[in-house]
């Protein structure tokens, strides 16, 4: 047993060895930036941000050697209990930022509707590796089956974390859960657009529930000049941020936005702004492809792998991955409204760090166990 | 199961080709930001960062002729809080309100003050300290850490209301959005007139600030370049005696000057303000400003008054001019001259009977001046009264000066009678008044009144036959001189002969007097020069409502000639 852990680990190093050291990159250069941006200073921040990664290192690692099968059992176990903790959140949970998101442990805090999204993946993979392909059920039952049931399982995580409330881990959610829909479907196209006019029926209910500061961005995000000190600071400041690096940027330790507190949230949700105030274009750049890679091999393990769960799983990962880094980086640079998401990573914060270990983990535990294939599935 | 395959991995492909192209936005995105619009942000970078702060230079004295100073710039002190920790700044105050005795509604103030200010807006606790009183603070500086103590300057005017409107005030140079607001400007006055050179040039201090706008280091500084001071030709001796002389009159004005050289040596206006307290007390300014004697013009060069008789010499120059009468012409005064259905009186009901030149200007006769004016064309006149710059400005330099007015009508015989005794079309300021005192003095040369020190005019004719105006020089050393003449009574037997011309402004006529109500009383003018021989000093005096110019003008005149040869015995040759 002992023999083939090692093992299985010689083996992950080998064959993800690109996907593993990019995500140290994207590590090392978010502890340089949480030093950078605690006033060059190690004690706080950037200590702790390197202390989470290598623990967190060490339970992906852990994660990536587990079995598969053990995933595709307890996928709806998870996701019940997830499902109970964010309703308790809205119970127990103590409010940060004016929202209540945070469930205590004791020992630290989490944010339930972090490791929901992966949860919600792995239901809606197991969901549709149980009912494999059988065609030959009467039209509305298929649609029950194919398209009902797997929105009410993204449906409940987001409605209440929608209402917590935290508009962008509710988006997030959304799209994970149809993304992983239209990966899973046969006839994606048509699924697709039929979702879509989903979307475009609900608009004026999502508007409708939404708080005033929901509001306010959305409306700001098309206008942010016009209140350059109010709702629209934010990504005037970012975009100042980003405009003075130019192509080399100011230089390590040298950005003056983020140093002389122009620069909000320089620490989490705007450290994209941060690091190309100092590092320029080209360190933007270097982000970019750097997750850009971490997408590619996520991609390349999801297509080898012999087992539905596997391919979803896999798959709405890599999209989950993608997303925040889109959405944060959008953000960031103004062309999507400012959500609270942080780019993972290289933000500052546990529960963020801790789902995409976990989920980088199971990735790599997919990787490791292409062929495996799995009772029901294919 | 084999169709299915191929067919995930296609939408796997999918997926990253909308990855590729999402990511490709965002390059496309950081491009445009960071390469195309680096420029722009750069800039906008800098200006969040970057802040020029003025420095203020200090301002120029305004010196006297012999140096002391008539308005300079004081140091005092004020105990400051400062408020960058609001927290500290709350507590000091509260501990320091205990220990001091101060009124309940200071206190009250003074908590909300510290309370409200921004990090960088810091809050004055004590104000106008002295040095002894700063002593006396600097073991409180200890206790309380929050405090610091801050030089202010205010600026003095040590002659207070005898030198206010030719010295001027300060203020905040409220019109300017881009000067800062402690930067203080001249209002008015010599302060305004020589703004520029008394402010100096403006420092800059470059700084880098944070997002709370509080200074965290300097980039660069420029100093300030001091204001020069403005040495003027004011005798502060004279001024003072002046204004204290002219104080016992509601209104009045009087300047005097050199006749060699055009310093003035001093400019009163009657009644004054004190420019110490102007600006900084509102209730005194609102006093000042809505004072019914209109305190704060400055009569000396914006006061516009008839001349009366004191122009009847311009008069006879422009007669003589015109050969309409020489030295011996004679007219006869019955007491009065009738023009159509309308009579016009000599001051002198019983009249002066057989006058020349000379005599009339010395008893002031006014029905001479009638013939002359009936006789002599509008051209004649206003020629003449122009070569002596009645109706332009004098351009001393002193701001809003008045330029007066001649507008002499063809045709009129009235207003030609009336103006010939310097009533009716024809106003004018007492400095030009006492300008064409010293062109007479002198003999008909230019003078250039200035107040600035260093100043040296050149000599310049009018053009006036010397015979003439010694014809007019003689009438007016009678006036001061001649037993019975208008100012023989205070002005003969002085230790240096005095010659001028007395005057009497009508402000309603004789028949329609309303009461003794003093708004109605005649304004009383008399210019003269000093000696009469060789002039060295001229004067011009206006009471508003004086009476007379023989009863409230003379006596100032001969004692402000007494003060001129006590004080300055050697510049005056004896006679």
Redesign the interface.
Known sequence: MKNRDCLSVNLLFKTHAGLILSVCVLAVLGTAYQYSTSGESWIGRPLAHALRFCGLFLLMIVIANSSIKFWHAWAYHFYFIMLALLAAVGLIGFIGMGARRWINLYIFTIQPSEIMKIVIILALARYYSDIG?AMSIPSWNRLMKRCIVPLLIVFFPFLIVLKQPDLGSAVIIACIGL?TV??AE?R?VRIFLSLISATVIALPFIWSIMHEYQKNRVITFFNPEKHPFGSGYHIV?S?????????FGKGFLMG??SK???LPEKHTDFIFATI?EEL??LG??VI?LT??FV??CG?KI??KSKSHFG?LSA?GI??MF?LHA?IN??MV???IPVVGIPLQLVSYGGSSMLTFMTALGIVLCIGLNKRTHIKGS? | ?PR?KP???N??RT??YI??L??G???G???Y???I??E???L???K??IRVRPIIPGRGQILASDGTPLAFTKVKYRLMGDSSVKKNLIADIKAFLSDVQYRNSMQASLLEKAKKTSPIGNIVIKDEMTWDQVNSCLCLLNRYKSFYVEPCYYRAYPLKEAACHVVGYLSSASDSITLPSEYKCGKTGIEQYFNTELSGEFGMKKM?????NAP?RDLCDYEAEGGKNIETTIDVGLQNFVFDLLSEYKAASCVVMNIRNGHILAMVSVPGYDPNRLTSDKKYWRLMAGSPVNSLINRSIAGLYPPGSTFKPIVALAALKAGVIDKNTKFFCPGHMQLGNRTFHCWKRRGHGYLNLEQALAFSCDVFFYNLGLRLKPSDITEMAETFGIGIKTKVNVPYEQPGRLTLKQGIAAQKILTAIGQGAIISTPIRLCVMAAQLANGGYAVYPTLEKNRTSSRQSLGISSEHINLVKRGMFLVCNMPGASAYAQGHSIQYPMAGKTGTAQVVSLSNKRGHLWRYKDHGLFIAYVPAEQPEYAIAVVVEHGVSGASSCVPVVRKVFDYISRNEKPRLPKC
């Open positions: 392909t993304f239209i990966i046969k994606p400041q975009k100042i941020a980003l405009g003075s690096g130019g192509f003056t936005q002389l507190s122009f190309c320029g274009f933007g750049i970019i997750y850009a997408i590619v991609l999801a297509k391919m798959g890599v999209i993608g889109f980086i959008g640079i103004g062309i294919c | 199961m299915r067919s995930f991995q939408r796997i997926v990253a990855t590729i999402l990511f936005v965002l390059v995105r950081l491009y930001l960071q390469i619009q680096h722009h942000y750069t906008l970078s800098n969040n960062r880098e600030v944070n997002a709370f965290l």
